[in-house]
């Protein structure tokens, strides 16, 4: 087990609303990553945060947003849901550079279901 | 960008026997290939990474071969136990700015005992 967690477990929302995700990452860890995992896909890249700003977008639309607070934990928002954000939502911590600086660990994720 | 195929999609072996994965890369410039293996319900959990500077890497019953010329990579899992059974993902690093990874689709590995 690694020590990055995240809540809630799980989460129903409705088509439209806005939801939130919270992710603390591994002690000494000041980088988290978010990714989205839809069924039976591998996890796709959201944002990352390093030191509480964005370092490095994937192909989200802007309604995914994020946050990073100074204790390095952070928060992942999407507005506006659709039915397509129903997934496994994901976050990992790393420490950027030197030789163990590219290992992501990841935490057991969010269930999110949109009706 | 970035683009990773993984296969087979589904691997079905004996308790004992060996399994092989092989996913493919296509930017010459990643660097970093990790494996994960996610069981139901829970979060990936790395088992094995190789750099571009490495050709293999070995831990216990686990090994990876990276062919940089190739743009190929795979995990080797022998002596098979029913606790292997989960989903297996590669992934590649490309050399960017900011450490996100390109994930494959995943392989469902099942060890029949």
């Known amino acids: 087990e690694t020590g990055v967690t995240q809540s809630p477990t799980h989460l129903i929302k409705t088509r439209g609303q806005q939801v939130t995700l919270r992710c603390s990452s591994q002690s000494g860890h000041n980088t988290v990553s978010w990714y989205q995992q839809a069924l039976g896909q591998g996890p796709q890249f959201i944002f990352q945060y390093y030191r509480e700003e964005e370092n490095g977008r994937g192909n989200f639309p802007p309604r995914f947003s994020g946050l990073q607070f100074p204790n390095y934990s952070s928060e992942l928002n999407v507005n506006a849901l659709e039915l397509d954000d129903s997934a496994l939502y994901l976050c990992?911590?790393?420490?950027?550079?030197?030789?163990?600086?590219?290992?992501?660990?990841f935490g057991p994720g969010t269930r999110l279901t949109v009706l | 960008g970035e683009n990773v195929e993984q296969h087979p999609s589904t691997l079905s072996v004996q308790e004992g026997d060996s399994a092989v994965i092989k996913c493919t890369y296509s930017d010459s410039a990643s660097n970093y290939f990790p494996w994960y293996k996610q069981e139901l319900g829970k979060g990936p959990q790395l088992i094995i990474d190789i750099r571009s500077n490495v050709g293999e890497k070995k831990d216990q019953r686990i090994a990876v071969t990276l062919n940089k010329t190739a743009k190929h990579f795979s995990l080797h899992i022998t002596e098979t136990q029913p606790e292997d059974s989960a989903v297996y993902f590669c992934a590649a690093r490309p050399d960017n700015y900011g450490q996100n990874f390109v994930f494959g689709p995943g392989t469902r590995l099942s060890v029949l005992p």
């Open positions: 990992a911590s790393s420490i950027p550079g030197g030789y163990t600086g590219d290992t992501q660990y």
